[in-house]
Each structure stands twice: as C-alpha cells, then as structure tokens.
T-cell receptor, first 112, second 111 residues
Framework: NAGVTQTPKFQVLKTGQSMTLQCAQD?????MYWYRQDPGMGLRLIYY???????DKGEVPNGYNVSRLNKREFSLRLESAAPSQTSVYFC???????????FGEGSRLTVL | EDKVVQSPLSLVVHEGDTVTLNCSYE??????LLWYKQEKKAPTFLFML????IEKKSGRLSSILDKKELFSILNITATQTGDSAVYLC???????????FGTGTRLKVLA
C-alpha cells in the first residue's frame, strides 16, 4: 500500500521562483489536506479539499494555491517563493469513518 | 477563529511516571477531536473522540473527551523512553472536515 505519496521530498528554491508540490493517495479518500510545520510548531493548515472539485482556505493560505486535479491528486503551488515559506510540508487524506488522517512523508522546502 | 490549545508545551518525566496531556478547543462546538504522536517524521494516529465521557484506550494510552467543556486529555501510564515524542491534537468545526492542530506537547521520558 502506497498510502499518501508526496514529491519532491527535498527542494531548494531561490526567492521568487515557483514550484509545485505533488500529492497522491490511493485509498479512495474524499478529503485531502496540505499542512506546513515549522521548527517547534504544530501543523498549520494551508488549504484543504473536502471532496473532488472543492477547495477551501485553511489557517495560512497566503502565498499558496492548490488544485484538486481528481480524487487522487491534490497539488500545492508556490507562485513566488519567499524565505518565510521555508518549512516542512505534509499532505494528508482523511478516512472519514474513523477520522484518521493519513500523512505523506513530508517535503522539506528551503527558500534562499 | 477556531483554535486548539495544548498544555503543557513541554514535559520531562522519568520512566514509569504517568503523564496527562491537555487539549482544549476554542470554538462553540466541534465535530471530532483527534490525537496524534509525532516522532521524527509524519504524525501517527492515536485516537478519534466524538462523544463525551467515553474513554478510548490503547495499551498504556487512554483519552477522554468532555464535549461540553471543549476539553480532552491524553493519559500515558508507566511511561517508556519510546513514548518520547510530540503529541498533537486536532479538532474540526461542526459540518466540516477542516482539521486544525494545536502546537503540540513535547514529551521527553528519561531512562
């Protein structure tokens, strides 16, 4: 079982560059999420998608865009990266009946 | 604005101690509350709580929810060094699957 797969695992960007983090799940879950985690902090919700075709802002959406491409895939785009976006990014999907969020391994992004 | 508050922020105990971690949810109500353990990488699921007063147990870990007081506790008995981790809780407002996490409690268990 692949579960939730994120790519890339590591990325270094220069300020102003753009990039897309990809996420795919093979568990047929409706809801998917993007979180960021900074050192010593909990997870902060960037965007989530309750179902295919819908996306909603989380706690810290500024500077990000998302696309729910289909039921499996949910991508996160940084249009013009800033050093404040240096973080570890986690994608997750939700098994609704148990409330369990399944997380990818994380993507470590550094913006210079 | 929904907010999840955890306390204490950090805790150091010795093996064999019992610890109680707290999570409160600053909204009028919520759909469910989740507990996670995070070591080096991604968080791993511990419990989902939806009903007040019903304790959930898994080995030495247990959790209970007070939905009226918007409060949950996570108990760990007979702690082991392997329990050292950050413990996170998350809640979602009614009618949504928007899960907001607290900042976590960093637990260190000394041998």
């Amino acid at each position: 079982n692949a579960g939730v797969t994120q790519t890339p695992k590591f990325q270094v960007l220069k300020t102003g560059q753009s990039m897309t983090l990809q996420c795919a799940q093979d568990m047929n879950h409706n809801s998917m999420y993007w979180y960021r985690q900074d050192p010593g902090m909990g997870l902060r919700l960037i965007y989530y998608s309750a179902s295919e075709g819908t996306t909603d802002k989380g706690e810290v959406p500024n500077g990000y865009n998302v696309s729910r491409l289909n039921k499996r895939e949910f991508s996160l785009r940084l249009e013009s990266a800033a050093p404040s976006q240096t973080s570890v990014y986690f994608c997750a999907s939700l098994r609704t009946n148990t409330g369990e969020l399944f997380f990818g391994e994380g993507s470590r992004l550094t913006v210079l | 604005e929904d907010k999840v508050v955890q306390s204490p922020l950090s805790l150091v105990v010795h093996e064999g101690d019992t610890v109680t971690l707290n999570c409160s949810y600053e909204v009028t109500n919520f759909r469910s509350l989740l507990w996670y353990k995070q070591e080096k990488k991604a968080p791993t699921f511990l419990f989902m709580l939806t009903s007040s007063g019903i304790e959930k147990k898994s080995g030495r870990l247990s959790s209970i929810l007070d939905k009226k007081e918007l409060f949950s506790i996570l108990n760990i008995t007979a702690t082991q060094t392997g329990d050292s981790a950050v413990y996170l809780c998350a809640g979602s407002p009614p009618g949504t699957y928007k899960y907001i996490f607290g900042t976590g409690t960093r637990l260190k268990v000394l041998a």
